[in-house]
């Protein structure tokens, strides 16, 4: 339960003339839920971009510890879809799935790094590429089920109402095979009901899959009850990291959202 | 297993249904050689414009010189037939070769952009062929064109001459929509509409969108290539001026026309396009402007072409029927 999975040294990244994210430090024990609040604008989303390699660092080194081979790589000149096989999936805050796709194919998409035939396979159509299809076909299923997708199967993506869409995020995501997941604000735009609902389904495939979770999150009772560890982010910077109880009588933290008191 | 043989068997015996079909009319005159020539072109059309598809309709990359591959493909299956006089598939096939190689090579540093890099590169790319093929003069016979490439057939029988043609080109219009349609529905084919829809959200997926944009580009090029080959021994006259920025645009043309992402739609598209354009000859000068006319209105009442995105499919058709009349009972 020690050992790191991702370490993160100082990070930071500029654009043009803006730090949007400055010395950003964060290291992330296996199977730990660990939040990410910060005011609007804080830079979090940025530092999923920067763990994730969508966004290449200015400055700092990050560490993962591969699925594969359980060794830590530093991610330095990696390219995004390198750290995502390393086992690191993510959601978007923005919802990109791949709308006019079904949600059965929006998964499949996810294993294609775990494919085994050639292009001649899937042109010739032979026996070794019907099993693949049927082994992704079938995993993507039980994948569905767990979020209750799998008679949504043949939909196109973008024709599931928005809460389903981000349920199919996640299970996008899972179906990369991860160790390590990032959700992106999971909760945004559901109604209390539906929060509840998700809470309760990141705590199952946290411990189905055996995932470390770091999630970025505005809806404070989802982070309060679901989170191990938090840590806040303002201006970029890293202003406080500890416990829900230790975060929210912090008062670098109550700063940042309330402001200070004028006497 | 068994579904997908009785898909494969109905696909086979569709395809040469319809190949008998015109076949056979052609022999007994209904079709004359005229028509038969029409088709064989819209056919050249419809494997060019569905290579086309591939990168521009399910990759999302625009494309603007498909009459570059085209031309590599013609002059060069061409010139192996004409000066080391190798059999004519052979030198189709090496068509397709050398233009897939053209197409890694241009391919290469502008995919791994994002963006509409690749319609500028390939268009500098298309006119920049038509001028060296316009001045390898030893090679390709310069701006005089090159003459007297052999047919597919010359049996001196007009009827057959012309089922003979329409038979090799309908055989790799088949092979064609088999391979592409094949690779689309097939786990690279999935990441490679996947590159279309989303290419951060598929990169965040672990796959590596640069790689399959090559090679949706490469087999783009490849058959851009073939259907230049075709075309080389369909006229038997080549001549660079030809292959000019406005024959790309007539492929985009096409695919949008019948649907950006939909290969039974590039086929239909095809075929209105060749065939609108010669009824339109009976209005003179106004042809281009009235096909131009129709084209806006087309795209303003059916934007997303003929089939939009959505196949017609005669396996789901079939199975449909059969649906039907197991419920009934």
Redesign the interface.
């Known amino acids: 339960m020690s050992i790191p999975i991702l370490q993160a040294k100082e990070i930071s990244v500029v654009f043009g003339g803006l730090r949007a994210v400055s010395d950003f430090n964060l290291t992330l024990m296996e199977g730990e839920l660990v939040g990410l609040i910060g005011p609007n604008g804080a830079g979090k989303t940025t530092v999923f971009n920067l763990l ?1 390699g ?1 966004t290449p660092l200015s400055s700092g080194e990050i560490a993962i510890r591969s699925s594969k081979d359980g060794k830590a790589h530093s991610t330095k000149g990696m ?3 390198q750290i ?2 390393l086992g690191l ?2 959601t ?1 805050q923005n919802i ?6 079904t949600v059965l ?1 929006n998964l ?6 775990l ?1 085994r ?1 050639t ?1 001649a396979d ?4 032979t026996r070794r ?2 099993a ?2 049927e082994a ?1 076909t079938a995993r993507s299923v039980e994948l569905l089920k767990i979020f209750e997708l799998d008679d949504k199967k043949d939909l196109l993506a973008r024709n599931l109402p928005y809460g389903e869409q981000r349920k199919l995020e996640i299970a ?2 899972l ?2 095979d991860p160790k390590l997941l990032l959700l992106d604000e999971p909760a945004a735009g559901m109604n209390p009901q539906e929060t509840k609902d998700l809470m309760r389904l990141i705590a199952f495939v946290r411990e189905r899959f055996q995932l470390t979770i770091l999630l970025i999150e505005h809806d404070m009772s989802l982070v309060m009850n679901l989170c191990e560890r938090i840590a806040v982010l303002d201006y970029g910077q890293e202003i406080a990291m500890g416990t829900p109880a230790e975060i929210s009588r912090n008062p670098a933290v109550i700063k940042a959202y309330l402001g200070e008191e004028e006497i | 297993m068994k579904k997908k043989g009785v898909d494969f068997l109905l696909l086979l015996g569709s395809g040469l249904l319809v190949y008998c079909l015109i076949a056979s009319l052609a022999w007994v005159g209904v079709i004359d050689e005229y028509y038969m020539q029409l088709l064989s072109v819209a056919g050249v059309y419809i494997i060019v414009a569905l290579s086309l598809n591939l990168i521009t309709g399910f990759t999302g990359q625009l494309a603007l010189g498909h009459a570059g591959f085209m031309s590599i493909g013609a002059y060069t299956a061409a010139i192996f037939v004409m000066r080391a006089s190798l059999p004519l598939l052979p030198s189709v096939l090496l068509g397709g070769l050398v233009s897939a190689v053209f197409g890694f090579a241009i391919g290469f540093p502008t995919l791994r952009l994002r963006g509409d890099y690749l319609a500028i590169t390939t268009l500098g790319f298309g006119e920049i062929i038509r001028v060296v093929l316009n001045n390898l003069e030893g090679l390709t016979g310069g701006s005089a064109g090159l003459q007297g490439i052999p047919s597919f057939s010359d049996t001196g029988n007009y009827t057959l001459d012309a089922i003979i043609k329409f038979s090799w080109i309908f055989a790799f219009f088949v092979a064609t929509v088999a391979t592409i349609s094949n690779l689309i529905r097939s786990s690279p084919g999935r990441v490679i509409v996947s590159v279309r829809e989303d290419e951060i959200a598929s990169t965040s997926m672990g796959n590596d969108v640069t790689r399959y944009k090559m090679i949706a580009f490469t087999v783009s090029a490849f058959f851009a290539g073939i259907g230049g080959g075709l075309f080389s021994a369909l006229i038997g006259y080549l001549n660079p001026s030809d292959f000019n920025f406005l024959y790309s645009v007539n492929f985009v043309v096409i695919a949008v026309l019948g649907g950006l992402g939909s290969l039974t739609g590039t086929v239909l598209g095809g075929l209105v396009f060749t065939f609108a354009q010669e009824w339109l000859r009976v209005l003179g000068d106004f042809r281009l402007v009235v096909f131009g006319l129709l084209l806006i209105l087309l795209m303003i009442f059916w934007q997303s072409g003929i089939m939009g995105n959505k196949e017609l499919s005669i396996t789901g058709l079939v199975r449909r029927i059969f649906r039907k009349g197991g419920r009934a009972q």
């Open positions: 994730t969508v390219k995004a879809h995502a096989r999936g993510r978007f990109r799935l791949f709308k006019s796709l194919d499949r998409i996810s294993m294609d790094h494919r035939t292009i899937a042109i010739l159509r590429f019907s693949e299809e992704f996008r995501a179906a990369t």
